[in-house]
């Protein structure tokens, strides 16, 4: 066990800077965010694994969120009793971090990565990742982050690829990895291709382009098409009709001349159009648009190419001929521009309409996406998404809020295959080999291939890497020593909760449950919970291109951690965003400031009032020397640790991990818990049974140090209640609380458990008849104006049996609320106040001596009077069907709320009056 710290320096205010790092460094020395494979022979094990961010990021208020989340969760699991891990690590992100690097040496040198040569630019990113990579991950610790730091993982490192490979080469065997040459996603400023994910719909108000097509025998007949990218046409190769459209099946099988390009292409039928949608005829450009593709494999149309990797107009495949000399070279948007010039001048182009539509977008650099028609390599996703359908369906996963349930199964049901291969040199290099001597079939391996098996000729290795996202995907098991079959892969997998945030649920977390059944068997968690987002007061994502950012760093330097800490989690509605204002950190952080500062004030004046000296343990205090009030306390924190428990749990599915009805959208309510937890330490121990017991602590004897006791107790457990939030102040001063304990740490001592009610003491709730009593007092005081300070004469009634045992209560009464209160079984005759408490309890107040009646009486008619001129002219309005017809519902209901708002008002005014007698 181990000894309180002294009191003697404990300063007057809670210094952040001089705390934190001290506790974090102690529980790191100490090995508390430690966890053990062997230990969960004994306790069960609860897993987190940190969503990984990139190896070159920092800190942001996104990150802050989202850590202090996951770490709430780790340290409450820890002090439960549970053997607590959470992994941290970092993620390789190749598209980015090969843009920073690019821009780097563009800066540095004056070069581009081809000037480099791959594995000189390899070396170079992974020199950069090894001097800047990681930072924030120090950055989590300045915020109390409680992960398993030794167990740092990196999505590049050699066990994380080697799961990479194993993974490709599986997929492979299994029949789910495939090469495929279709229209793809592609980004001509990163130069790679992408998955559907990662190329964004943006909302955008472009043009509309109609153009006629003549007939290639009959100028003088034409046929419409409409477009909104007019520079993809010289790729046209068909114009595709319905095959039950009236209009056109005369000239099916005939043929068009395609404008500029001057090729014959051939009008075919296929259902893929829509007679009712413009003109009932659709341009075909398989080679620059998925489902045009599609109709030109069905038809077996040719597939020119006609823009390039870089988005330049060009003859790049099979385009012989298509490409006039004044069109190639440009750019595409620059194409366009000249594009419709020159059909404006031919008179090809009919109109143009405004058109909103949505264009996707790279993820990354924001450039619009080109479609594009590549060989690419492809993950068969349909057996995949079965498998994660199945889990969440059985109730083995749940999602929380379960509004995105409906998300996650409508993508999973209309899943298209998975592009993984990226046109990058960062990254995992795709496992496969080529031997151009024999030809033979591509060679997937799990070790580096030197010769060709065939015929021992020179192979050459694939030049893609993977999607990023191929690594993460295998993140909850690749982290624990997947393919190997490791002690901490049988403890701690599946994991247990994956907190993240909805932007992210198809890029990783749908990938992650379709790769733990596949590869594994097993949901990867129970749960995913997903947070909202910070953003700004106009609503806006906080972000560094719209300089609304706020740096976490910067408010734990000015705040602390724990005010961060504090201001998101009880800020934070399951799914609802956090609104901060980048241009005002005080108001924004003044929640968690102001309760951080209340919380050490109360536990300044509470430590100094029980002193060093040891206190008995509560469990050594005889139940019959308790006092009411102390009953009362111990009933509150009861209450106070269900409904934290309450608002956090069920922490995994009670059975067979499989979620029932009932429990399915129970738990994670965080901002509920804190303030359960919070209620209970400022609004019931410091405000009431502190102030109650404070003649108790003055005096001598048994008495006193059955309070300090209490009081010791109560707080010991509020502020274990508090540390899963604010860890660094309870610590600070849980160490000086004089009760002997079996851990060093706050952070380790346990979960506080609630007493069965059958196990609590009766007299609990006299004293919230004092409470009840006292906050009546009060209220009288402020209706009637009474200062503070001036001592006023009241009444306690009581039933008859109750009136002797209430004698020495309401002296405490008394001393709360500054007043002389009698216990009586009869209320005292003449104008009072009266309020009912409860169970036969109520207070009198006479009014007599307290105010000038008079006067009294004369203010509350006239304010009665002009009140009620008021309600009859809003009662006319709402009467009027004008009015509630013509005026918006939201300004009707709320003139009747305020009509309800002030009969009530009117109907305590006259009840005051009739108090204060004729």
């Not at 997947?482 to 994956?498: G, I, K, M, N, S």
């Not at 003044?590 to 029980?610: D, E």
Request: with cysteine; charged share 25%.
């Amino acid at each position: 066990m181990t000894a309180p710290t002294p009191l003697d320096d404990l300063p007057a205010t809670f210094d952040p800077a001089a705390t934190e790092r001290h506790w974090h460094d102690r529980w790191t020395e100490h090995g508390v965010f430690v966890a053990n494979a062997a230990r969960t022979a004994e306790r069960p094990p609860f897993t987190i694994v940190i969503p990984p961010p990139n190896v070159t990021a920092v800190l942001h208020m996104g990150h802050g969120l989202n850590n202090s989340v996951q770490d709430v969760l780790v340290r409450w699991r820890r002090m439960a009793g549970d053997e607590a891990l959470w992994v941290p690590g970092t993620d390789h992100a190749g598209i980015a971090t090969q843009n920073v690097v690019e821009k780097l040496i563009a800066r540095e040198d004056g070069r581009t990565r081809f000037d480099l040569g791959r594995d000189a630019f390899v070396a170079r990113t992974a020199q950069f990742v090894e001097e800047t990579g990681g930072v924030i991950l120090q950055q989590l610790q300045a915020i109390g982050a409680s992960a398993d730091f030794s167990r740092t993982a990196y999505t590049l490192s050699p066990a994380l690829s080697r799961a990479v490979r194993e993974t490709f080469v599986r997929l492979h065997e299994d029949g789910l990895v495939y090469r495929g040459h279709r229209v793809i996603h592609w980004c001509t400023r990163c130069g790679t291709s992408l998955s559907d994910e990662e190329a964004e719909f943006t909302d955008t108000a472009g043009k509309l382009y109609h153009l006629r097509y003549p007939l290639a025998d009959d100028p003088s007949r034409g046929i419409t098409v409409a477009t909104t990218r007019p520079e993809t046409m010289l790729g046209d190769v068909a114009v595709a009709v319905h095959p039950d459209d009236e209009r056109y099946r005369g000239l099916i099988g005939t043929e068009l001349l395609l404008p500029l390009a001057n090729v014959r292409i051939p009008i075919v039928a296929d259902t893929y159009t829509d007679p009712a949608f413009g003109s009932g005829a659709v341009k075909i450009t398989p080679a620059h648009d998925a489902n045009d593709f599609e109709v030109g494999k069905r038809h077996a149309l040719a597939m020119p190419v006609v823009i390039d990797a870089e988005g330049i107009v060009r003859e790049v495949l099979h385009a012989d001929g298509r490409v006039p000399a004044e069109l190639a070279g440009l750019d595409r948007f620059a194409a366009r521009t000249r594009i419709v010039e020159l059909l404006q001048a031919s008179g090809v182009l009919q109109k143009i309409d405004s058109h909103d539509h949505s264009v996707r977008h790279c993820y990354r650099c924001d450039t619009v996406v080109e479609p594009r028609l590549s060989d690419q390599w492809f993950v068969r996703m349909q057996p995949l998404a079965d498998k994660a359908l199945a889990v969440l369906r059985s109730g083995e996963l749940r999602i929380l809020p379960d509004r995105w349930e409906a998300v996650y199964v409508n993508w999973l049901e209309g899943i298209r295959d998975w592009n993984i291969s990226r046109q990058l040199w960062w990254g995992h290099r795709i496992p496969v080999w080529y031997c151009d001597t024999c030809g033979s079939e591509p060679i997937v391996s799990r070790t580096d291939v030197s010769a060709c098996p065939a015929c021992g000729g020179a192979v050459r290795q694939d030049e893609d890497v993977l999607d990023t996202w191929f690594s993460s995907w295998l993140w909850p098991f690749s982290t624990l020593g997947w393919p190997d079959d490791t002690p901490d892969l049988r403890a701690f997998y599946p994991t247990d909760v994956l907190v993240t945030a909805p932007e992210i649920l198809f890029f990783w977390v749908a990938r992650m449950v379709m790769s733990g059944c596949w590869f594994m068997g097993q949901t990867p968690f129970h749960t995913v919970y997903l947070h909202g987002t910070v953003r700004d007061m106009q609503h806006r994502k906080m972000s560094k291109s719209l300089g609304n950012g706020i740096d976490p760093l910067d408010v734990v330097r000015d705040y602390g951690a724990d005010a961060l800490r504090w201001t998101v989690i009880a800020g934070l509605g399951l799914g609802v965003d956090v609104m901060l204002d980048p241009n005002d950190l005080d108001k924004s952080f003044a929640p968690g400031r102001n309760f951080c500062t209340k919380l050490w004030n109360i536990g300044r004046f509470l430590l100094s009032r029980v002193g060093t000296t040891p206190v008995t343990p509560l469990a050594e205090i005889a139940p019959e020397r308790l006092t009411a009030a102390d009953r009362w306390i111990l009933d509150r924190l009861d209450e106070a640790v269900r409904d934290c428990d309450a608002a956090l749990g069920p922490a995994r599915p009670a059975a067979d991990r499989t979620w029932s009805a009932t429990e399915r959208p129970r738990g994670l309510r965080l901002a509920e818990y804190a303030e359960a937890a919070r209620r209970f330490v400022w609004n019931e121990l410091a405000d009431w049974y502190l102030e109650s017991v404070k003649p108790r602590l003055a005096a001598e004897g048994d008495d006193r140090e059955v309070a300090r006791t209490v009081l010791a107790h109560a707080f010991d457990n509020a502020l274990r209640l508090l540390h899963p939030v604010i860890p660094f102040i309870t610590e600070e001063l849980w160490q000086r609380i004089p009760l002997p304990r079996p851990t060093p740490f706050c952070a380790t001592a346990p979960w506080p458990v609630a007493r069965e009610v059958s196990a609590q003491l009766a007299g609990g709730d006299d004293f919230e008849i004092v409470r009840l009593s006292v906050t009546a007092l009060r209220q009288v005081r402020a209706d009637y104006g009474v200062p503070p300070g001036q001592f006023v004469e009241a009444t306690l009634v009581a039933p008859a049996a109750r009136v002797a045992e209430f004698a020495s209560l309401v002296a405490i009464a008394g001393v709360l609320s500054r007043s002389h209160m009698r216990v009586d079984g009869a209320a005292p005759s003449g104008a009072a106040a009266q309020s009912l408490l409860r169970d036969g309890f109520d207070l009198v107040v006479p009014l007599a001596g307290m105010v000038d009646l008079d006067k009294e009486r004369r203010k509350l008619e006239t304010e009665a009077e002009q009140l009620h001129g008021q309600l009859i002219a809003l009662e006319g309005r709402l009467a009027n069907e004008k009015f509630t017809a013509k005026a918006p519902p939201q300004v009707v209901a709320a003139e009747r709320a305020k009509a309800e708002e002030w009969r009530a008002r009117h109907a305590q005014l006259l009840e005051r009056i009739a108090r204060l007698g004729a």
